[in-house]
């Protein structure tokens, strides 16, 4: 059922609202993402916005998806630099811990469609209709799915010292007509996690076809890292 609700999702368009919560360190995060996608069309507008516990600034950065580039800039920058970069869409990487890579949404639905231990939670209501709601476990091949080498190893690594998987956790809730309307990813550890919680609305819905930026630099995808961007 997941996997068949996640393969029929990415087939569609929805708007995106998405809190990614990372713990720990002596600083808590959040970022933010909103938008609409066209997924098999592959076009749409995200904004993302990161906050941090303590600082009053809040961070943007702009995404345009369209003919299997990702474009991206931040609206705002402290050394005055606001053009428009660019990269495949299917070459970018995550860098992050439940993170997709340029916020790509595709990327959550194809970690929940592997997800492994599947049961049902029970039906429950989300966004006023009626959804059933599973649950599941994500093995460290799908947490590093799509992530950047270097990132992968570290993870690795903390999967040998501590001898199994990292306790991932996927919860799925999908409605009537069979598509995907909320996912949560969960990796507690300890003091330290993530937790990224996902809506998907008005799904079927037409996107418009952005404009695409105008000289925007391309960029290899190993120079694109960060908070903003997975």
């Not at 087939?11 to 360190?25: C, L, P, T, Y």
């Not at 990702?70 to 005055?80: H, L, S």
């Not at 937790?195 to 930026?213: C, F, H, I, Y």
Request: with cysteine.
């Amino acid at each position: 059922m997941v996997r068949a609700a996640a393969a029929t999702t990415a087939k569609s368009s929805a708007r995106i609202d998405q809190k990614i919560e990372i713990r720990g360190g002596g600083m808590n995060m959040a970022v933010a993402v909103k938008g609409s996608i066209d997924m098999p069309g592959g076009k749409g507008r995200l904004t993302v916005a990161l906050s941090s516990q303590g600082d009053e600034k809040t961070v943007f950065l702009d995404e345009v998806f369209t003919g299997g580039t990702v474009y991206f800039r931040m609206p705002e920058e402290k050394n005055g630099d606001t053009s428009w970069r660019s990269l495949p869409r299917d070459k970018a990487e995550s860098h992050y811990l439940l993170r997709s890579p340029v916020n790509d949404p595709e990327h959550v639905l194809r970690q929940v469609g592997r997800m492994h231990s599947v049961s049902k939670v029970g039906e429950e209501n989300v966004n006023g209709a009626p959804t059933v709601h599973y649950r599941g476990k994500l093995d460290h091949k799908t947490l590093t799915l799509r992530m950047a080498e270097d990132r992968r190893a570290e993870f690795t690594e903390v999967r040998e010292k501590v001898g199994s998987d990292l306790p991932a956790v996927a919860d799925v809730w999908i409605g009537r007509d069979g598509r995907v309307v909320r996912t949560r990813l969960d990796c507690p550890m300890g003091t330290v996690g993530v937790t990224a919680t996902r809506n998907l609305t008005d799904l079927g819905k037409p996107v418009e076809t952005p404009a695409v930026p105008e000289d925007a630099a391309a960029v290899p995808p190993n120079t694109v890292g960060g908070p903003l961007t997975g």
